[in-house]
């Protein structure tokens, strides 16, 4: 899942897990011994080719042109405009692919109410429903996910979750043989029927069973979505091409930062021995194109990958919490036990009845929050105007906006 993170500037920079530092680190140590092999060779290197003193001034001009000239072509790669469009479509879909996972409160909470009943067959559709779409879920996520397939490894591993039986797994081995598509959505299929037996024998609101079909129909777009994007991903040559422009730029730059003796002695560069403002640059954008990189495939292995064994051991726990324990549990008595709002709002007469009350509740204030500073709303398009249609004075107005005591129109 992604890291969660708080604090001041040091804390987040020193953070490791899911940081650029652990992003980037192997690939800046792999630039750096390359950047000091280069500058040995400019160093040391080029004596100890040559015993002439004139061919070695001559190679070492022509390195140092070389170095000038790649240090020149670095500045005709757009790798901020690629990069920046790059990571901005990824991390899009990266975050809608998170909108698409299906949370079970909605489609369980309209099926307590169309199969509200506590008898034991009530009981067990609602607990089998709940099974099916939890079901469903790890079925199609296995195919997707690497954390949900190294958890359940086979089908036949789900019944020893428990959202399996043995039945159960030998039609959907069946018609997994007969179409490979149709594993994942079989369970939906099984709810369809469930709730066919339901409209025959108990006959439920209509506008309910409805809504529930529909709650059911965006369940399965979820799953449908899930595998859409695990399918068609960011084209390769897009990712080609943000590879391509991140590591030329920093090949060339291997060149191109290398403080030339000739800039050193003429007092127009400064040697700082360690290429400070290189490395700064290396890890924005190199940390930048691995981004990209990790949040291509969301439910894989990765720090920022999403953590669907949390989500369906959640979704689990929601779902039977639903249908068993909250739609058995007990009702408060809201028709006889008063509450302080109530009371407030309807406040007893002398005859021992209510009647209502014009004040307005008021929730109250710890001592804690009482010295916090509100901002309360403001109205912007308030505008007392007097009665020759003149703006009074403004300068006293509550808004954002001060506007001027004699301004002589409004814009709505």
């Not at 720090?303 to 739609?327: C, G, K, P």
């Amino acid at each position: 899942m992604t890291i969660s993170y708080s604090g001041n500037v040091i804390r987040i920079l020193l953070r490791w897990k899911g940081s650029i530092w652990r992003t980037a680190w192997r690939e800046l140590v792999i630039y750096l011994i390359l950047f000091y092999s280069i500058r040995l060779f400019y160093l040391k290197g080029i004596d100890l080719l040559d015993d002439d003193d004139d061919d070695r001034v001559k190679m070492r001009k022509m390195f140092e042109s070389f170095c000038r000239q790649c240090d020149s072509y670095t500045r005709l790669i757009p790798l901020t405009f690629l990069l920046g469009f790059y990571v901005s479509n990824v991390v899009a879909r990266w975050w809608r692919q998170f909108e698409t996972l299906y949370w079970p409160e909605d489609i369980l909470s309209v099926l307590c109410t169309v199969l509200h009943q506590h008898d034991e067959k009530s009981k067990r559709r609602r607990h089998t429903i709940a099974r099916y779409l939890n079901l469903a879920n790890a079925l199609a996520w296995r195919d997707i996910s690497s954390k949900i397939r190294l958890r359940f490894p086979t089908v036949h591993s789900l019944i020893e979750g428990g959202l399996l039986t043995e039945k159960e797994y030998q039609i959907l081995e069946a018609m997994h043989i007969e179409n490979e598509s149709s594993r994942w959505m079989t369970p939906l299929h099984w709810v369809q029927q469930i709730m066919r037996q339901v409209e025959e024998e108990t006959k439920p609101t209509a506008s309910l069973l409805n809504q529930f079909v529909g709650e059911l129909r965006i369940f399965r777009q979820s799953l449908r979505k899930l595998y859409s994007y695990d399918w068609v991903c960011v084209p390769l040559v897009y990712t080609q091409v943000a590879a391509l422009a991140t590591y030329s730029f920093f090949f060339f730059s291997l060149f191109g930062r290398q403080p030339l003796l000739p800039d050193i002695e003429s007092g127009r560069e400064i040697d700082l021995k360690v290429p400070i403002f290189t490395i700064v640059q290396f890890l924005f954008f190199v940390g930048w194109f691995k981004v990209g990189q990790d949040l291509m495939r969301p439910f894989g292995l990765d720090d920022d990958d999403i953590e669907l064994n949390y989500i369906l051991d959640r979704n689990v726990r929601i779902s039977f919490a639903i249908v068993n324990h909250l739609q058995e549990s007990i009702l408060p008595d809201f028709e006889n036990d008063d509450d302080r709002l109530w009371h407030e709002m309807h406040p007893p007469t002398n005859d021992g009845e209510t009647s209502p009350s014009r004040k307005i509740p008021q929730l109250p204030h710890s001592k804690y929050s009482r010295q916090l500073s509100e901002h309360p709303p403001r109205l912007h398009a308030y505008v007392p105007i007097d009665d020759e249609r003149n703006i009074k004075d403004m300068e006293s107005h509550h808004g954002c906006l001060s506007l001027k005591k004699d301004k002589k129109h409004l814009n709505w």
